[in-house]
T-cell receptor
Framework: GENVEQHPSTLSVQEGDSAVIKCTYS??????FPWYKQELGKGPQLIID?????GEKKDQRIAVTLNKTAKHFSLHITETQPEDSAVYFC????????????FGKGTKLSVIP | DAEITQSPRHKITETGRQVTLACHQT?????MFWYRQDLGHGLRLIHY???????NKGEVSDGYSVSRSNTEDLPLTLESAASSQTSVYFC???????????FGPGTRLTVL
């Protein structure tokens, strides 16, 4: 089955700096890669996703890049703000009609004002 | 607005008791999923369903069961609760043709 590794497990940045979280996956058939943000006491919230036919996707201060050859994808947050502090999870889904997600173990991001 | 609700939000039970966690969605989506979240393990899939009368085992299904008698609900049952099942449980929903999963607020279960 799919295996998703996520690094780092914790990340601290100064407000205004950029943050990068990286994930690798094992199943070359995976074709959907979402990122979730989880605030304390809440359920994960989908913030951005990318499909295997695209190399990069942006949404305001958030971007995701995908390298299918190397089987890794990354989340980039620019101009970080204190409200970006949360736990971020990457995930991967295999193709062929499977809608299951395999998650990384999460990255706790702290943005220091 | 369409939403996902989970109940109860918090529950404390004893070892050996049967426990049922509810998940209800108003989107009318076919795909529903149950995950557990534990420190150091992230989110792990317990069971999932792609429609009425369809249920499938996930990565950590031992000790859990689900049933899908309608589109809106996927209750998760712990047949005989164990301390190892102390966790936060999340229900998620997706359209039948989409990987995009949307999560409920979670249920914190403590088994003493």
């Amino acid at each position: 089955g799919e295996n998703v590794e996520q690094h780092p497990s914790t990340l601290s940045v100064q407000e205004g700096d950029s943050a990068v979280i990286k994930c690798t996956y094992s199943d070359s058939a995976s074709n959907y890669f979402p990122w979730y943000k989880q605030e304390l006491g809440k359920g994960p919230q989908l913030i951005i996703d990318i499909r295997s036919n695209v190399g990069e996707k942006k949404d305001q201060r958030i971007a995701v890049t995908l390298n299918k050859t190397a089987k890794h994808f990354s989340l980039h947050i620019t101009e970080t703000q204190p409200e970006d502090s949360a736990v971020y999870f990457c995930a991967a889904a295999s193709g062929a009609g499977s809608y299951q997600l395999t998650f990384g173990k999460g990255t706790k991001l702290s943005v220091i004002p | 607005d369409a939403e996902i609700t989970q109940s109860p939000r918090h529950k404390i039970t004893e070892t050996g008791r049967q426990v049922t966690l509810a998940c209800h969605q108003t989107w009318n989506h076919n795909n529903m999923f149950w995950y557990r979240q534990d420190l150091g393990h992230g989110l792990r899939l317990i069971h999932y369903s792609y429609g009425v009368q369809d249920t499938n085992k996930g990565e950590v299904s031992d000790g859990y069961s689900v049933s899908r008698s309608n589109t809106e609900d996927l209750p998760l049952t712990l047949e005989s609760a164990a301390s190892s099942q102390t966790s936060v449980y999340f229900c998620a929903v997706a359209k039948g043709t989409s990987n995009e999963q949307f999560f409920g607020p979670g249920t914190r279960l403590t088994v003493l």
